[in-house]
């Protein structure tokens, strides 16, 4: 039997093949030291219920750690908690408190580096600067972890997931609030991020930059500091996710810049300032997604080219699309439209009048922003009433030919 599944049954079991060794008060073994220093490769560590001080406790055997009853290891601020280095490592049930805070090291309740095959499950983190911090691995599953910080300012907070240079990573069920980013990704390929709940946090939900090959699925991203953020990378897939109520001046439910060859779909865009900020990003697919009560549903900057957005609604936004330029070449064919006003006379479902969904007024505020406080106003509305009726200055080609008479 290869490592691989023998480190897979450990994944699923909650006890190991090898010998069991309590660690506790009363106990043989009562620090997790100890427990350590004594085991063999394989061995099972069960810590009995308390509280255990630990500074930077290095993992660099082959081992299966895990809580019975309330356990927890604090950190005390006096470095990183945990480390684990070795693989095959299985690390469950536990709570991990208070890590050093700092500006030169990036310091974290549990570092994972330069390792493979590792379990971190039903770990709740509290107070640590970097939650989880992952460098130079692959073969890394974090399921059903729960990560709370009180950060206050962003550059004195960490991440609550945090990956570099990593592959095949899988981040299910956690959830995670009071961070600066909820989850970030730097250098990280072909890596499953499922099941989340990325909440309240200082700066962005999720933020990834120069990671390909990636899926997002189930997530749900909720009134973040800047909402969710995807830069220089393609190859992504982000599917059934909710991004809600990311509000403010410079927040999006997400911010998409210099993305390729990617696909958005099935998603709901609730409550946002901007559902979704496009620039420099090409060859996407938008398709399926709830755009609800937002105030932009899509701003699509004009150096965004080969883009399809298809089968949407479009629900009660105050913008549907925004651009800075009348040269478009995205396509939108076959969305619903809260807004549409026209007709369907031969009953095909298709409205026969063109919808352009892009209003004057829109345009006017990527020049003059300070103009948003004339929204409600009787001149604006007449202003929106007269470009529909003779398109002059919002872009010719940004338009839906076939518009959903009923919501899809």
Known sequence: MNMRVLWLLFAVSPLSLFAQMPVGPGEAVSTLQQAIAKAEPGDHILLREGIYPVHNLTIDKSLTIEGEGRVILDGEQKGFVVKIHAEDVIFRNVEIHNSSFGFMEDYAGILIEDTRNVLIENVLLIDNYFGIYIAK???????????RSNATRESTSGNGIHLWYSKNITIEGNDITGHRDGIYFEFVEDSHILKNISHNNLRYGLHFMYSNRCVYTANTFRQNGAGV??????????RKNRFERNWG???YGLLLKEIGDSQISENVFENNTVAIYAEASNRMIVEGNDFIGNGWAVRIQGNCVDNRFVKNNFLENSFDVGTNSRQ??????????SQYEGYDLDLDGIGDVPYRPVRLFSMLIE??????????????SLLDLAERVMPVL??????DKKPKMRKL
Request: no cysteine; hydrophobic share 45%; aromatic share 10%.
């Open 367 to 380: 020049k003059r922003p300070e103009s948003l406080i004339l929204l409600r106003s009787m001149m604006v």
């Open 394 to 399: 919002t872009p010719e080609t940004l338009v």
């Open 137 to 147: 691995s692959s073969d890394i599953i974090l399921r059903d972890n729960r990560l």
């Open 249 to 251: 001046a410079n927040a």
């Open 328 to 337: 478009h070449y995205n396509h939108f064919e076959g969305n619903f439209w």
């Open 229 to 238: 953020a995807v830069m220089y990378t393609k190859d992504v897939e982000m």
